[in-house]
């Protein structure tokens, strides 16, 4: 005989379950996505025992609770809760539940910065926060947002108007993530990650004109393309 280890029946038969829970427990996970739902199961304590009177070892089967009947439809255990994919990661899932302040600045993320990273969007929303404490812009983040030939992303003839102005919840994952950041500016949880700026420009467009005749500006931060300023005439 060789060296090797020879398994007894009983982990045998260990080892087949924990194949047929793998199997079963993967559907379950697949379908729950395909479904919109999170599934948080209650654990099951050990696998039953088994007649043939072999000791059968434990195995935590807690992941297994929600599973497939034999026609393959999900079947979430009695014990087990679903939440909506939405609430879990906080996301509103219509325009009734969003106000318009959100909204508007979440388009505004999307238009000017959805291909920057976390914090470029989030240095975008701070502009339009800190123009908000100014009286230069207006008194609400919808209004700051919407002034003329401020924002691009809102100029009509802009490439990117046709593409905000009726953005919804749940339009992608690029614009809920712009979401919330939005959600989280409107209540006051976002903090400032452009020291004060409220002035920004694409780096890939030279000096604007209010940047030449600003002689007290100071760019505070660049993010990606977008360079940020504040002390803007």
Same mark, same amino acid.
């Given at each position: 005989?060789?060296? @090797?280890?020879?398994?007894? +029946?009983?982990?045998? =038969?260990?080892?087949?379950?924990?194949? =047929?829970?793998?199997?079963?427990?993967?559907?379950?996970?697949?379908?729950?996505?395909?479904?919109?739902?999170?599934?948080?199961? =209650?654990?099951?304590?050990?696998?039953?025992?088994?007649?043939?009177?072999?000791?059968?070892?434990?195995? %935590?089967?807690?992941?297994?609770?929600?599973?497939?009947?034999?026609?393959? #439809?999900?079947?979430?255990?009695?014990?087990?809760? $679903?939440?909506?994919?939405?609430?879990?990661? %906080?996301?509103?899932? #219509?325009? /009734?539940?969003?106000?318009?302040?959100?909204? $508007?600045?979440?388009? $505004?993320?999307?238009?000017? /910065?959805?291909?920057? $990273?976390?914090?470029?969007?989030? /240095? !975008?929303?701070?502009?339009?926060?800190?123009?908000?404490? #100014?009286?230069?812009?207006?008194?609400?983040?919808?209004?700051?947002?919407?002034?003329?030939?401020?924002?691009?992303?809102?100029?009509?003839? %802009?490439?990117?108007?046709?593409?905000i102005k009726d953005l919804q919840p749940r339009s992608s994952i690029a614009f809920d993530l712009c979401l919330s950041i939005a959600k989280r500016a409107a209540s006051g949880q976002?903090?400032?990650?452009?020291?004060?700026?409220?002035?920004?420009? +694409?780096?890939?467009? @030279?000096?604007?004109?209010?940047?030449?005749? #600003?002689?007290?500006?100071?760019?505070? !931060?660049?993010?990606?393309?977008?360079?940020?300023?504040?002390?803007? +005439?």
């Amino acid at each position: 005989m060789d060296g @090797g280890a020879v398994m007894s +029946a009983s982990e045998l =038969v260990g080892v087949g379950l924990l194949g =047929v829970a793998a199997f079963y427990g993967l559907k379950a996970y697949r379908q729950s996505q395909m479904n919109g739902v999170a599934v948080a199961a =209650v654990p099951v304590t050990s696998a039953p025992a088994v007649s043939s009177g072999l000791s059968m070892p434990s195995f %935590d089967l807690s992941w297994l609770s929600g599973a497939m009947d034999w026609t393959g #439809s999900f079947v979430p255990a009695a014990n087990a809760s $679903t939440t909506p994919i939405s609430e879990v990661f %906080d996301m509103p899932t #219509s325009t /009734a539940t969003v106000s318009h302040d959100v909204l $508007t600045l979440a388009r $505004t993320i999307y238009g000017e /910065a959805r291909s920057e $990273t976390q914090a470029g969007k989030e /240095a !975008v929303a701070s502009v339009v926060l800190n123009r908000v404490k #100014s009286p230069r812009w207006g008194s609400t983040i919808a209004t700051v947002c919407l002034q003329p030939w401020q924002f691009s992303c809102w100029n009509v003839n %802009d490439p990117n108007y046709p593409v905000i102005k009726d953005l919804q919840p749940r339009s992608s994952i690029a614009f809920d993530l712009c979401l919330s950041i939005a959600k989280r500016a409107a209540s006051g949880q976002l903090r400032d990650n452009t020291n004060g700026a409220d002035h920004y420009h +694409a780096n890939y467009i @030279g000096s604007p004109s209010w940047l030449k005749a #600003s002689p007290n500006a100071v760019m505070t !931060v660049q993010y990606g393309a977008h360079k940020f300023y504040r002390g803007i +005439a």
